[in-house]
């Protein structure tokens, strides 16, 4: 198991920053490695994010020296989502099966956890994201039914899609980890505009169901200052609370979005009216 530390960036130092710097901040491009769990330890409220991908045998979620604890999940939650094919997650001897696009939450203090695929030639893809917690509550399963589903948009703005708020307080308790999964509908490709911030709590998303040569273009930065960052498959994207979050893909597509911070209100957010993007 592996993890990369990424730094905490000044929103007034971004403004400066090429296309490279900031790919190299913000954007994971690597998630998923055949037989290994690779993660990435960010200063932006703590968050880990990463992949498991098992292959011919279990993968064990291990502690770290930047996790500072002798268990990952001794001071921790976990979000778990499948983007590939059937697995299995053992929490502490439970075992959950998880099909494409099922949830898990994984409850703070749980000592073992072990990802598994059930078939090799179709292996899992776990997408991971953990936050500090101050509380164990209960590991449960969120499949695509147990969601909260909400639709939004419509065709003449091109953003036609469902949210199904998965890790979410009418859903399942966290102690600050919110997270859902949300689905652009065929010619549909922004997934929000105008943008938004929410400086109370910070985000990573991971896009999927792109075609090898699709793309989503991650629009960030300060409101009079944005940037643009250029997203294939399976990749992710740190997103600081000072930060705006939109997107417009090539083709439609889905992205897994998990928060943490201050609060867990979904609608705590700060509209930005379109005259004042730059």
């Known amino acids: 198991m592996s993890i990369e530390v990424r730094q905490v960036c000044h929103p007034e130092a971004v403004r400066h920053f090429s296309s490279a710097e900031l790919r190299g901040?913000?954007?994971?491009?690597?998630?998923?490695v055949p037989g290994e769990i690779k993660l990435t330890y960010s200063h932006i409220d703590r968050l880990v994010v990463g992949g498991a991908a098992p292959t011919s045998?279990?993968?064990?979620?291990?502690?770290?020296?930047?996790?500072?604890?002798?268990?990952?999940?001794?001071?921790?939650?976990?979000g778990?989502?499948?983007?590939?094919?059937?697995?299995?997650?053992?929490?502490?001897?439970?075992?959950?099966?998880?099909?494409?696009?099922?949830?898990?939450?994984?409850?703070?203090?749980?000592?073992?956890?072990?990802?598994?695929?059930?078939?090799?030639?179709?292996?899992?893809?776990?997408?991971?994201?953990?936050?500090?917690?101050?509380?164990?509550?209960?590991?449960v399963?969120?499949?695509l039914d147990r969601a909260r589903r909400v639709d939004l948009g419509d065709v003449a703005n091109g953003n036609v899609r469902t949210i199904f708020q998965m890790i979410h307080p009418e859903v399942c308790r966290s102690a600050q980890l919110v997270l859902g999964m949300t689905q652009l509908k065929p010619g549909s490709m922004w997934n929000t505009m105008p943008a938004h911030v929410h400086d109370r709590r910070s985000e990573v998303y991971v896009y999927f169901d792109l075609q090898p040569d699709a793309r989503v273009f991650h629009f960030m930065g300060e409101p009079e200052e944005t940037k643009h960052l250029v997203v294939s498959n399976e990749q992710?994207?740190?997103?600081?609370?000072?930060?705006?979050?939109?997107?417009?893909?090539?083709s439609n597509y889905a992205f897994v979005w998990a928060m943490g911070g201050d609060n867990q209100d979904f609608t705590d957010m700060e509209m930005v009216p379109m005259e004042t993007l730059r």
């Open 80 to 139: 778990v989502v499948n983007l590939g094919g059937s697995g299995r997650v053992y929490a502490d001897g439970q075992v959950h099966d998880l099909e494409p696009r099922d949830a898990l939450y994984i409850a703070m203090g749980t000592r073992e956890v072990r990802f598994e695929s059930v078939d090799a030639s179709a292996p899992a893809k776990f997408y991971l994201v953990s936050t500090p917690a101050h509380a164990r509550f209960e590991t």
């Open 236 to 250: 992710a994207i740190l997103s600081p609370g000072w930060s705006i979050h939109s997107g417009v893909g090539t």
């Open 25 to 32: 901040h913000f954007l994971i491009e690597s998630l998923f």
């Open 57 to 78: 045998g279990p993968l064990v979620l291990e502690s770290h020296k930047q996790i500072g604890s002798p268990n990952f999940l001794d001071r921790r939650e976990l």
């Open 141 to 143: 399963k969120i499949g």
